[in-house]
């Protein structure tokens, strides 16, 4: 057995090429095993049709570290985020709500829902953003293990208590609340008029088989509002040909830094000599050594499939079975001949920005007790964006791409039939309830890819078709993410390392576990 | 009463934001919509489109045409073949900075120039017992400047030029949407584009089909605010912000040459005669009294100056213009020079600058300080001195 590279990392996503990117930068002769054909994993962008290219899952960006992009120099390997600045949710009597880049402009628009929410808007973000600053440390730093925290760990704690004292009372006060609340009661608290509670309370449940009134989901409406564009706190953006521009942008570093990246190479197993990691099995029967394996798979594919329950002891073993994925959304891309037609839109720039279906408060509640016992919503929660508004070259001239997050659909929809059948009812729901607010929709579809969360777990990997790698609640997160004790990117097994999303600091285009678990592999003299 | 380009009639109906300049006297649009970022990506993206009429154009024609404009610039013109168009400035005796421009060769001795100040009288002076014939048509053509990465693909639907054969820095006359025009290979972008100049009659006309067509190419009309932005980027100078004509400040200190402006290839000392020859000449032997680089702001540092204010970091949302100080040390002690114009690109994800200062310090990988002021107190914060200009792309000379 000889070893070929310093480092085998598998997956070839946004955070594997991260940790890849990071090992490689430090000199490690570093290898990227792809199982499939196209880098990425979720962030991955691909001409599904000719011509027509798909942001095939994840579709925005916001929470990808500023670190990340300067360490890597992402920009120059072709990192092109455009301001996603709008928002427009069409309501069911015709009229519509939105917000703009502009604060007056959107200050206006409130006031023609709500005086007092005009006014209150400011203060809720002013508040939202506080608390996105007094938690962004955290993001940063890798999680310590409270039962023993070791010197390391009794500083991080050290510091994110000294720097939580630091933050006032009454910032703790809200920090306690939305940890702890539903989004639907949070915001309550803040917004009178119906279509403002909605809107708020969308980032509360996207990825989370929860209710808006389900205690916890206030907690992910904050983890929403931790990125940041330029500078620009809470903003988001679209990358340049689809998310899978960020993807390769990232291979595109780490391959300047020597590293090796391989598709169509699906790893079967790690290969464990004696409690350590030695190298991988690849599904064809190659094996390929290395002193350092890093997973970038989610915490069910990372110790439940890749390696023997054996190696690993019961309790951690317990926890990774514990783990919540519960895959909550499904996606929907289209390619279109021409732009919807909204009803209720009247000013075409808005079709640059999100367009959110969701009407009302009961109508995502409806959604979310439509999919409480299995299947999918009738009338689904849908995060729309054309990304064709502002980068014209991701179908052929004058055609467009949409893609559709769609929440709620369940891993189970046993009751609509086969998979097939299943994809098939699900994707004609979206469409239905899409048509009701663009009625030319059905017209102008060239062409259409539907992705149940069966699907996504097929096609990505992400067990249940979870897009987080795991969901993000509280007992999910920080040091419990993916298990109490192994939430450092460290297995039980030595020299075999996590660096996905099941890990801190979560879901979503971070490239923070990816960068983390780089930094604790070196730390470890691997 | 400020003055009405030929395409205002539709400009006015596009500027939502109803944010003018004055540009030469003339109206011109700061940013079409409320917030200028749109118009900035459709330039990096697909394409924006600029109406550039305000440009003071001349045109000199006859048997002297090509000695007389030879005398005034300082490339050699003698190398600029029909078809081409060379950049190029243009220095008083002192060998000062006038202005910088374009010359197009229309043909053997028909030329047009560009500039961003008045210089018909620059002209007639200079041809005295010259076979020439000048021009002020600035009034007499139309121009738009269509820059981006989808730009030619909307411009060749509309001509039967051959733009793939149209090289950078080369112009021709043709149609464009039916109307005559010329159509020149250069930008004030760094990005592939064209600027496209038509007799005023016909402008609307032209107007109408570039953004007609242009909708299937993400094209958006975009101003002056996206613009500084992008020339930043491109490191490309603006008279005014970076540099004062000569002609126009009656202060030695506000002049200077173009090796202090980094313009250092644009100056042909061994060719013939031309204004401002010999005093370029010493200046090169004896070494220009400041350079102009490109300055990368240390973000990270500048997160730590707001951090003292706990406050997040902040960057500048679009171009500034202002100078600011800059120095040698972070006690801000050692006065080495300006910065004239700065913006954060979201292309490059970096604060960029650009910056003239001592040539000592010019090295490229030099650590200098730039002021920044926060909450209205004063700090010093690292830059590296950088090549320009900052952003390049293949697609720029393809």
Avoid at chain 1, 71 to 76: G, P, Q, T, V, W
Avoid at chain 1, 297 to 318: G, I, S, W
Avoid at chain 1, 450 to 466: F, Q, R, Y
Avoid at chain 2, 280 to 308: F, H, N, Q
Wanted: glycine share 8%; charged share 25%.
């Amino acid at each position: 057995m000889t070893q070929e590279y310093d480092a085998i990392i598998i997956g070839g996503g946004h955070n594997g090429l991260t940790c890849a990117a990071y090992l490689a930068k430090a000199g490690r002769k570093t290898l990227v095993l792809e199982r499939r054909h196209v880098l990425g994993g979720a962030a991955v962008s691909e001409e599904v049709f000719p011509g027509f290219t798909f942001t095939v899952c994840s579709y925005v960006v916001s929470l990808l570290r500023p670190e990340v992009i300067r360490e890597l120099e992402l920009a120059k390997h072709g990192l092109h985020i455009m301001p996603v600045d709008s928002t427009v949710a069409p309501l069911e009597n015709g009229d519509y709500f939105a917000t703009y880049a502009d604060e007056a402009s959107t200050r206006e628009e409130i006031r023609r829902h709500s005086h007092r929410d005009a006014e209150m808007a400011p203060k809720f973000t002013q508040m939202m953003y506080e608390m996105a600053f007094a938690v962004k440390p955290i993001i940063g730093v890798v999680p310590p293990n409270p039962e023993k925290p070791g010197i390391r760990g009794l500083g991080t704690m050290k510091e994110l208590g000294q720097h939580l004292h630091g933050l006032g009372k009454d910032t703790l006060h809200e920090l306690t609340k939305i940890m702890t609340m539903s989004v639907a009661d949070f915001v309550e608290e803040w917004y009178e008029s119906d279509i403002l509670k909605a809107l708020a309370s969308l980032n509360g449940i996207i990825g989370t088989l929860l209710g808006p009134k389900s205690p916890g989901t206030a907690y992910v409406l904050l983890h929403h509002y931790m990125g940041e564009l330029d500078g620009a706190f809470t903003a988001w953006g679209q990358q340049k040909g689809g998310t899978g521009g960020v993807s390769e942008a990232i291979a595109s570093a780490a391959r300047s830094h020597g590293a090796e990246i391989r598709c169509n190479a699906p790893v079967a197993q790690v290969i464990v000599k004696n409690g350590r990691a030695v190298g991988v099995a690849l599904e064809n029967g190659d094996e390929i050594y290395a002193k350092t394996i890093a997973s970038g798979c989610d915490p069910k594919v990372t110790f439940r499939t890749l390696v023997d329950e054996k190696e690993l002891p019961d309790d951690l073993v317990a926890a990774i079975d514990k783990f919540k994925y519960r895959g909550s959304s499904g996606k929907v891309n289209l390619a279109l001949d021409a732009l919807p037609n909204f009803t209720a839109i009247k000013d075409p720039a808005l079709l640059r920005g999100s367009v959110e279906i969701c009407p009302s408060m009961d109508y995502l509640e409806r959604a979310y007790d439509d999919a409480s016992y299995g299947g999918f919503s009738e009338r689904p929660y849908m995060d729309i964006s054309i990304p064709t508004t502002s980068d014209p070259t991701m179908a052929p001239p004058g055609k467009h791409v949409m893609s559709i997050f769609v929440q709620y659909a369940r891993y189970d929809m046993a009751k609509h039939g086969t998979h097939d059948e299943q994809r098939q009812a699900f994707g004609d729901a979206v469409i239905n309830t899409l048509s009701d607010f663009a009625p030319n929709i059905k017209d102008i579809i060239l062409h259409k890819q539907v992705l149940t969360p069966w699907d996504i777990e097929d096609k990505i990997a992400l067990t249940e078709g979870n897009i987080f790698q795991g969901e993000l609640t509280l007992d999910q997160l920080f040091f419990f993410r993916p298990a109490p004790g192994w939430a450092d990117y460290r297995t039980p097994i030595r020299n075999y390392y996590q660096c996905g999303s099941g890990t801190h600091p979560g879901g979503g285009i971070t490239a923070g576990p990816g960068r983390l678990a780089a930094l604790e592999i070196l730390r470890d003299g691997n | 009463m400020p003055r009405k380009s030929p395409f205002y009639s539709r400009t006015s109906q596009l500027c939502e934001s109803q944010s003018w300049v004055d540009w030469s006297g003339y109206l011109s649009a700061n940013m079409y919509e409320l917030d200028h970022s749109h118009e900035y990506n459709a330039v990096r993206t697909s394409c924006g489109l600029f109406d550039v009429s305000p440009l003071y154009k001349y045109t000199v024609r006859g048997s002297q045409a090509l000695a007389l404009l030879n005398r005034i610039v300082t490339r050699d013109l003698t190398k600029c073949r029909v078809g081409q168009v060379v950049y190029t400035t243009w220095c008083n005796d002192d060998g000062k900075v006038i202005d910088d421009g374009t010359v197009a060769r229309l043909s053997d001795d028909y030329f047009r120039m560009t500039a961003a100040v008045p210089t018909l009288y620059w002209l007639q002076d200079n041809s005295f017992g010259l076979d020439v014939e000048i021009e002020d048509v600035s009034e007499a053509y139309g121009g738009l400047a269509l820059q981006g990465p989808t730009s030619r693909d909307v411009l060749q639907n509309l001509t039967d030029a051959d733009l793939e054969g149209l090289k950078y820095f080369q112009i021709i006359e043709d149609k464009v949407a039916g109307v005559p025009a010329q159509i020149s290979r250069t930008g004030y972008t760094g990005d592939l584009g064209y600027e496209i100049f038509v007799a005023p009659d016909g402008a609307e006309e032209l107007w109408d089909a570039v953004v007609d067509t242009g909708r299937a190419y993400g094209l958006l009309p975009a101003g002056n605010t996206a613009l500084d932005m992008v020339r930043i980027e491109a490191g490309l100078l603006l008279i005014d912000a970076d540099f004062v004509s000569t002609n126009q400040t009656l202060f030695e200190v506000q002049r200077s040459s173009p090796y202090e402006l980094g313009l250092d290839w644009t100056v042909k000392l061994n060719k013939d005669y031309f204004v401002g020859q010999d005093a370029l000449r010493a200046e090169k032997a004896s070494g220009p009294a400041w350079r102009t680089v490109g300055l990368e702001i240390d973000v990270e540092a500048l997160e730590k100056v707001y951090r003292k204010f706990a406050m997040p970091l902040h960057l500048p949302y679009t171009s500034w213009t202002e100078a600011v100080p800059v120095y040698r040390d972070e006690g801000a002690r050692q006065y080495i020079g300006k910065a004239t114009s700065g913006t954060w690109s979201p292309v490059l994800k970096k604060y960029v600058v650009i910056a003239r200062i001592k040539p000592q310090d010019a090295a490229v990988g030099s650590r200098i300080f730039m002021e920044a002021t926060v909450e209205s107190q004063r700090f010093a914060v690292p830059a590296t001195v950088v090549k320009l200009p900052f952003f390049d792309p293949p697609r720029k000379r393809q």
